[in-house]
Structure formats: C-alpha cells, structure tokens
C-alpha cells in the first residue's frame, strides 16, 4: 500500500474556463465540493499520507489548501502555459522518493478506483474502465497479457480497445526514476508532452500493467458537457453507489472489443 500520492493540476483548463481566470479546473465544484477536495478527502480516507500537488495556472488556489490540509505540499510548473503534463510530473523528480498514486485534478470518480489500486499487488498499473461514451474517451490498447502497448484518441490507432484511461494510475518510484531518465528537461519542455504517452512510450522497457474496472464511475471534466454530463449523471450514480457494498471489478474482455 502506498503512502504517497500526486496530483497534476497545472493546466489552465481552456476549454471549459474560455480563456476566463476565474479559477482551476480543480477548484470546480460539483454537489458544493471542489474536486480537488474531493480527491483529497478519498486519498486520505484510504491511508494516504502525503499529497503533492504540482500546480502552475492560478497556483496560489492550490496554495491555500495547504492551510487545511497539513498533508498537501505543492510544487509548481513555471512553465506551465509552454509544457504540458509530463513536465509538471517530471518537475517533483527531486521531491517524489518513494512508490505513488497518480491522478489528474480533473477528476470526479468512485473511491473503489483507489481502493484497488491500493489493494494491488502490482507495482506500476494504469487503471481503465469499461465504455464510458463521454465523447473525449481515451483508449487504451494491451497485449495479451493485460500489459500497456498504447494510448490513444483515435481508436484507429489501436489494434484491439481493452478499456479507456481514467487518469489514475499507481507508479514505482523506481519506473519514475527510470522514465525520467529517458528525457532530458529540454526535450520535454519542446515536446509538449503528456504523462501517459511518454508511459506509453516507455513501457517497451518498463512495462505498466492495465487493470480495468468495467463498471467504474467516474468522468473527465475538461468542458461544458463534461461538467453538465458529472452534475446530471455520474453524480447521482456516485451517490447511489454510496449506498451499496462494492461491486467486484471485472477482467473479461469480450464485451470490450472493437465493434
């Protein structure tokens, strides 16, 4: 079990903000929580003990929680209007020292999905869902082995679909190291690149497991229809499943295949 989780929130959230500097994604609130709170409170529910959050648009939101949260450090993306989410990680490389849960800040999701992660036995696993049809899916492409091979938009890309990218993830402090040592800072500051694919690309040496989860809850919020999509449905799925025990995750793979 972990004890350490990061978040990356340094984006300025464009798409869903149109171009206003009201606030980060993460301080979007749904059901009058942020989500950012929201994730905190279910990373320390289920024995987190630190949070590191790397921020960069409107950082001095993120700034704030650490007066509520004795367990929040931040570490912040100067560059962050020029890099993209690998630079914010790869930014923590001198701070993260040990194994770590990964997640995006935009998220609103069921708790079951740290749960497993936490429970796993594997040491580096992206966690995937069944379909979610949020119309901005990432998918996500294995081998027989239930072992990453790619990442993509455009399921033309991909040989055969075996779940879609939540945005939570469980790294090795050893993998981070490893992959952090495949790029050099100028290189990820010019590429622009994200997290998952430079996991994507590195896995051909340091493979990452995928677990999926086919009936997991949760959403993305990087737009209008995202927010209106988390307010009207999977909020009151979340709410619902509060109130029942835990559905065992699934690995069957038949129904998951491309049409």
């Known amino acids: 079990m972990v004890k350490l989780a990061v978040i990356l929130a340094a984006g300025s959230g464009v798409r869903i903000n149109n171009g206003s500097d009201e606030k980060p994604k993460g301080f979007l609130e749904i059901d009058n929580e942020t989500l950012i709170e929201r994730s905190i409170d279910c990373l320390l529910k289920h024995k987190i003990e630190k949070i590191i959050i790397g921020t960069g648009y409107l950082s001095h939101f993120y700034e704030r929680l650490k007066e509520k949260y004795p367990n929040v450090m931040t570490q912040k993306n100067d560059f962050y209007d020029k890099t993209s989410s690998f ?8 701070i993260i020292n040990e194994d770590f849960l990964l997640l995006e800040s935009d998220l609103i999701y069921e708790e079951r999905a740290i749960t497993h992660l936490q429970r796993s036995k594997k040491k580096d696993i992206i966690l995937a869902s069944g379909r979610t049809n949020s119309q901005d899916e990432v998918f996500i492409e294995t081998d027989t082995n239930m072992m990453l091979v790619n990442i993509s938009k455009k399921k033309d890309d991909l040989k055969k679909i075996a779940g879609e990218l939540v945005g939570v993830s469980k790294i090795s402090f050893q993998t981070f190291q490893n992959v952090c040592a495949l790029y050099t800072e100028d290189d990820i500051i010019t590429r ?7 996991f994507t690309k590195s896995s051909q040496i340091y493979p990452i497991a995928i677990e999926r989860i086919d009936d997991l809850v949760w959403t993305e919020i990087d737009n209008q229809h995202h927010l209106h999509r988390a307010i009207n449905l999977i909020l009151p799925k979340l709410k619902n499943k509060e109130c029942v025990p835990s559905i065992p995750c699934s690995s069957d793979l038949e129904h998951f295949l491309r049409d």
């Open 87 to 94: 630079y914010t990680l790869h930014n923590m490389k001198d």
């Open 192 to 198: 622009k690149t994200d997290y998952e694919i430079v």
